[in-house]
């Protein structure tokens, strides 16, 4: 993997570059599109991509789940898989920790990695902490699969092992996601074991890919919660990781944790003023269009999230004046698009009445095309922010979003 | 529209040959790919298309009540309105006189035009007969809802009026589907209603055709059940009604009526002796592989049936040695497509250990990938059966089929 910044944003942590992968490259900044057990729900691999998506992330948790990271591997791993050809990345396992350790079974975990929500949703959720799942410890992570109840164990190794079988681009290092409402106390100890099982994911990953002569890029997570002091000493530890070695460092970074809206770009700042600029910044979890502007603004360069096809199945259009529902009955004879002057597949081809039809019919081709112009709505916002960075009139660009976009 | 015969299977009723319209052409035999609801399920037009659908069938009491047939008019006609830009039929509604009379509420409502059930199946669910939603007079059909309750009544006239203006090429006369059960009596009685109603559906078409300058073709059901006699006057009235004073009789034929299995060719055949040979015959609601091959064999041209997507979203897929169900645990780690040879595109680009999977983690694009099979299977037998016509060797291919099929 290499990456090459091609232009900054003035005065800010901003840029537009390039990730270069085995399977292609990723021009950034980008959205990176979730298909969670190898397929982007509703959609073909052929629809994903034109729907302008450049590279596509799986969740290891649920792959080793099912079908088992070895029928993947024995399948010529991931990208044969799924027939996706482009770049692809595999998260760690890590934030299951969270969404079926504090946050399972209560209604955080309804809108965790959805839209951001409120801060006493957060309070009244937390509160209602019980039936954890999952349990930390130094060595890893002992959870309960949702499938059939088993119990099963993840640790640093075993997470890279399994994200080896994928063979996934970009990988990333177990880490543990904490809560936004954790203690500092809690937040520090936790900072600390993702620090430690960074190493070892390093170590492990090192080995891996000289017994496989493989080429992944591993990417170190950074945590701290909402405290300035531990962003800035996780940015710097796992910044700095270098087990020369085992052949180097990162080759990227994930800023990880379950922000509160107000906190997100404070505390991505604070990580990336730190961060050693020459590698990749994925911000974990965060797909918001107005989120999205003020990640790049302040430094990151990839963001996934399940938001935009989630909200599609459910009927929650991106539009440039804001979010729409499609069962609202006004668009039940509206025969224009979605979006007008959208260039995407669904409003290039279909009426707001078919779409609004197909969702009251509850046909499946309604989330598909719904999904798709979400899709392309985020994907088509990271090219216009790219190109703005590119010819330096990001303000400019960011400026006109948020006056046309209400959210 | 217009049809062309280009050769026949010699000693039978069987033909291959090519159905105009002005949006383009049909070779024929052909299989009818079921949209109800102006969608095929699952699929977008362009999958549709791909898995070698010539022509989409969509259901007029279905888009009657969902979104109504003025939303489509308004959006330019059902072409438009679903981006299919190739031949479509509509039916007429008469179908839903029988799912929603005798048939609803009880098991029979359950596998109407999906596989053909057993007799004594049907023996036991007309027994159970109950709870009717339609009621039939001499004018038309009374029936409820299946949405919110509310009565509706359709006419000879009604079905006409809402076929014109959903806008399909091909429609269908009104006409009353009776059990394969009824007694020879009702049917008997049924008949010459549905024979009156062709008449008045064959007026209403001259004058909306006259009136809107429209090109559609409009083609009369045959029906008489399981009796001989019946079948052979149905096909008579309905084969020479010709009300020259309102632009001609009708252009093509439907033969209707629910099927049990070994009765099916033995109808068909009564029939396709007596319809005039240069116009096409539609086979409503029959789909399995060796019904088609006999369908064809015995004179008919084209055919509908939800069995294909319906199966594939059950994970009943096709292959050249019979049904599979991919549930069967067997199919976790087979790294071959589905079907040996089969050029479809989940055949080309997956295997069957990811179809098992996305089975199993009921994910949507599952739905899409047995459905592309199972619709290319039929399209792919049609096509391979049409091939043996042209060639003269359609009983070689039919034999060869037969043997390798296991049904």
């Not at 482009?86 to 504090?102: E, H, I, K, N, R």
């Not at 929500?117 to 002992?142: F, L, M, R, S």
């Not at 891996?208 to 996780?234: M, P, T």
């Not at 197909?358 to 790219?386: D, G, V």
Request: one cysteine or more; aromatic letters at 10%; proline letters at 3%.
């Amino acid at each position: 993997m290499n990456f090459k910044i091609e232009n900054k944003i003035k005065n800010s942590l901003g840029r537009a570059g390039m990730i270069s992968t085995s399977h292609g490259d990723i021009l950034t900044p980008a959205f990176v599109t979730v298909g969670t057990k190898a397929t982007v729900k509703s959609l073909s691999p052929e629809q994903v991509r034109e729907a302008g998506a450049q590279v596509v992330l799986a969740n290891t948790y649920h792959l080793y789940l099912e079908p088992g990271e070895k029928i993947i591997k024995e399948s010529g791993g991931l990208h044969k898989f799924m027939n996706w050809q482009g770049p692809t990345m595999t998260d760690s396992g890590g934030f299951q920790a969270f969404s079926l350790g504090v946050a399972y079974g209560n209604k955080l975990s309804k809108f965790i990695a959805a839209e951001s929500p409120e801060p006493e949703e957060i309070d009244e959720a937390y509160a209602e902490e019980k039936d954890k799942k999952a349990k930390i410890t130094e060595d890893g992570v002992e959870f309960k699969s949702i499938i059939d109840g088993s119990t099963h164990f993840f640790t640093p190794e075993k997470s890279i092992q399994i994200q080896n079988d994928i063979g996934a681009d970009i990988i990333f290092a177990f880490d543990e996601c904490t809560s936004p409402h954790a203690s500092k106390e809690y937040l520090k100890e936790a900072s600390a074991r993702t620090h430690r099982w960074a190493e070892r994911s390093l170590i492990e990953n090192s080995k891996l890919k000289i017994k496989n002569s493989k080429q992944n890029a591993l990417f170190g997570i950074v945590q701290g919660g909402r405290y300035e002091d531990l962003r800035v000493e996780s940015a710097k530890v796992i910044g700095e990781m270098d087990l020369a070695s085992r052949g180097g460092g990162f080759q990227g970074f994930g800023v990880g944790g379950s922000f509160v809206k107000e906190d997100m770009a404070t505390a991505v700042k604070w990580v990336n003023e730190i961060l050693p600029e020459g590698k990749p910044r994925h911000l974990l979890g965060v797909g918001e269009p107005i989120d999205l502007i003020l990640g790049v603004e302040n430094g990151c360069d990839t963001f996934d999230c399940v938001a935009p096809t989630r909200m599609a199945r459910n009927g929650t259009l991106y539009t440039k004046h804001g979010k729409i529902n499609i069962m609202n009955a006004k668009y039940k004879n509206i025969f224009e698009p979605i979006d007008e002057g959208c260039e995407c597949y669904a409003c290039k081809n279909y009426t707001t009445a078919y779409l609004s039809h197909l969702f009251r019919a509850k046909e499946m081709f309604a989330s598909t095309l719904a999904s798709i112009h979400n899709l392309y709505f985020l994907n088509n916002l990271m090219s216009q922010i790219r190109e703005s960075i590119l010819n330096n009139t990001f303000p400019d660009f960011k400026n006109n979003f948020l006056e046309n976009y209400k959210s």
